[in-house]
């Protein structure tokens, strides 16, 4: 799935950023580097580069903001123009060294559509030596990665790690296949508006 943020007609979606601040969080960006699984395909793909600066600011921004602990749940609407707006409800834990965020559709009780990891570039250093095998027995013990993926992603991750540049933040990305896929585009603009609250959040923790 290529994830590529696209013009957004949600009400969740806030018309200005408060005065300055995202604009110095955006350039302090350098750059944000996607990786992900789909289970339905059984591909590994990546890097996509997300598009930080290009992002509106997005309520779930605000939700975070005000958190009063490492972690927040909630419900998250995207949409983009001419469609329906889809409701998810996304949590998310900050876990010191980098943040793990899991998306379910709202309707849904079958367990989430996207569990995503995020890694901002300044917390790099401080990144756990089991990452790998704990995001990935997570994601396993949920049904997420399908039988006989855990080598293909757990290699793609340690790649990815060990290849890109240490000013780059990193996302990793597993779609479960529970998501229609004709939906797949409003829940990739899920996904990144998801990432991109939450390395400001972080930043600011």
Same mark, same amino acid.
């Given at each position: ?35 992900? !699984? ?5 591909? !590994? ?19 975070? +903001? ?5 972690? !927040? ?14 409701? @998810? ?43 790998? @095998? ?23 991750? +340690? ?12 996302? @990793? ?27 400001? !959040?972080?930043?600011? +923790?």
């Amino acid at each position: 799935m290529r994830f590529q943020i696209q013009p957004c007609t949600s009400p969740d979606i806030v018309g200005a950023a408060p005065p300055g601040a995202a604009c110095q969080l955006d350039h302090a960006e350098r750059s944000i580097q996607l990786y992900g !699984w789909d289970l339905r395909s059984r591909t !590994w793909h990546g890097p996509c580069e997300l598009d930080f600066a290009g992002a509106r600011p997005h309520r779930l921004t605000e939700s975070l +903001a005000n958190a009063s602990g490492p972690s !927040w749940f909630g419900p998250v609407t995207c949409s983009v123009p001419g469609e329906p707006a889809c409701r @998810f409800f996304v949590v998310i834990h900050d876990l010191k060294d980098c943040a793990v965020a899991t998306v379910y559709c709202e309707e849904s009780k079958a367990g989430p559509v996207e569990i995503v990891a995020i890694i901002p570039a300044e917390r790099r250093s401080q990144l756990r030596p089991e990452f790998a @095998f704990e995001f990935l027995t997570f994601a396993g013990f949920l049904g997420s990665l399908g039988g006989g993926a855990e080598l293909e992603v757990s290699e793609g991750v +340690a790649t990815a790690l060990e290849e890109s540049s240490v000013s780059d933040s990193l996302v @990793f990305s597993i779609s479960t296949g529970l998501w229609s896929s004709d939906l797949d585009y409003v829940l990739s603009l899920c996904v990144e508006q998801t990432t991109i609250a939450v390395l400001r !959040w972080l930043r600011k +923790a």
